[in-house]
């Protein structure tokens, strides 16, 4: 009699990820548990976008207090800091997995000459960190209205002299 065996191609893949991970888990453990749960350091995402009116970035900080985020914007240089803290209510030993990034972060943005940092603001909403930076007045795009036709002593667009009536 034959028994048919299912073939699964990624099991050992999963195996072998698992044994990779607690090797790496184990030889950076030297320091103690707690240690190496809070020392951590990440960056997060950030999306930055510009308009005609204002350069505006996203940066997602889910799990962060508004009091642990610091902005500063100094010699056109805007600088986001801030701290994701571990539960202390949890134990750490009891974690079978940690995925989440925990510890502080440090991102630095040149700004461009043309952002008027001393009218920028920040909303912080539902884990993301929102900066908006308005554009300086004179950077701002600026519309010329072109009229048509020709006006007393000017010349017309075919660069004929401007018509006369009879």
Do not use: C
Request: hydrophobic letters at 30%; zero cysteines; glycine letters at 6%.
């Amino acid at each position: 009699m034959t028994v048919l065996t299912r073939w699964e191609p990624f099991r050992e893949f999963a195996t072998l990820q698992d044994r990779m991970n607690r090797l790496f888990r184990e030889s950076y453990n030297d320091a103690g548990q707690d240690e190496s749960l809070t020392t951590s350091r990440f960056a997060p995402a950030v999306d930055v976008y510009e308009d005609e009116h204002q350069v505006t970035l996203k940066i997602e900080v889910p799990g962060i207090d508004e009091k642990d985020i610091d902005v500063r914007v100094e010699n056109n240089t805007l600088t986001v800091q801030g701290e994701r803290k571990i539960d202390k209510e949890e134990k750490e030993e009891n974690y079978r997995r940690v995925e989440r990034q925990y510890g502080s972060f440090t991102r630095t943005f040149t700004l461009p000459q043309t952002v008027d940092s001393e009218k920028g603001s920040a909303n912080y909403d539902k884990g993301v960190l929102k900066i908006s930076l308005p554009k300086k007045a004179e950077a701002k795009p600026k519309q010329i209205k072109v009229n048509i036709g020709s006006e007393k002593g000017e010349r017309t667009l075919e660069g004929k002299g401007p018509s006369k009536a009879a």
